[in-house]
């Protein structure tokens, strides 16, 4: 798919990979509308990307908010042909803790509805208006890139509620591009290393330094520049459909 004049909602677009994500595609001639709670930050990225970009506020727990800046957007931009979900959140806490405390499960409750059912909520609601496109030559209409991690395949100990969301998007992705093939909507997932997003720039040295050392080359976090890259090459490349694909320097995360 060409990326000229192609609509795109990215979740979480405020900030790390999401803003990295809607510059790269901006700079391709896309519009971007990003979908985040952060007001603040969103509406100066939207300000930053000048007219080809915008912000409406969302929660993408709610059918009802993303269901709005979906509308939002088609009533802005006219359609919705790219969605990129990178909206999510991390936890650590072990399924068993010390003096046998069990996981509290709010907070694996939490992080599943925003990282796995937050990002079919957005992407059912951004697939339905896809439909409504006219198909290009390939008689495509859309393309989904959804973010998982290298968690999904490598949970490290205390992740087991954020690995287990990452392990359904990654799921999901080949059943979700088989539902709208016949839409001529592709669906493909990328499964981050670690990268250098503000969630891990707030860790400290002990924590980022043995990650890094995980990484067989090259031996650094991955720059959100390189996650976008990738984005712009799943839509541009249409052969691509019902895939994950890591993007991760080659890690292989040990237990801790």
Do not use: W
Request: hydrophobic share 45%; aromatic share 4%.
């Amino acid at each position: 798919m060409d990326l000229n004049n192609k609509v795109t909602v990215i979740t979480g677009g405020a900030s790390g990979l999401g803003r990295a994500t809607a510059d790269a595609l901006v700079a391709r001639g896309a519009r971007v509308m990003i979908l985040d709670r952060d007001a603040e930050r969103g509406g100066q990225a939207a300000a930053e990307l000048g007219d080809q970009g915008a912000f409406v506020s969302c929660d993408v727990t709610s059918a009802e908010s993303v269901a709005a800046a979906i509308a939002a957007t088609r009533e802005r931009f006219g359609a919705i042909h790219i969605c990129v979900n990178c909206a999510g959140v991390g936890s650590a806490m072990r399924t068993v803790g010390r003096d046998n405390v069990p996981h509290d499960l709010g907070v694996f409750e939490t992080v599943v509805k925003i990282n796995l059912i937050g990002t079919f909520n957005v992407l059912r609601l951004a697939a339905a208006a896809m439909a409504d496109n006219e198909p290009n030559q390939d008689n495509e209409r859309g393309v989904i890139i959804n973010t998982a991690s290298v968690a999904a395949f490598d949970g490290q100990v205390g992740q087991v509620a954020y690995a287990a969301t990452k392990g359904g998007v990654v799921g999901m992705t080949l059943p979700i591009a088989r539902d709208l093939a016949a839409m001529g909507i592709r669906c493909n997932t990328i499964a981050p290393g670690i990268f250098n997003t503000p969630l891990m720039n707030a860790a400290p040295d002990k924590v980022k330094m043995p990650l890094i050392e995980m990484t067989q080359f090259p031996k650094r976090l991955g720059h959100p520049p390189e996650y976008a890259a990738l984005v712009c090459h799943i839509v541009e490349n249409s052969f691509l459909n019902g895939e994950t694909i890591r993007l991760d320097g080659g890690i292989r995360m040990q237990p801790r």
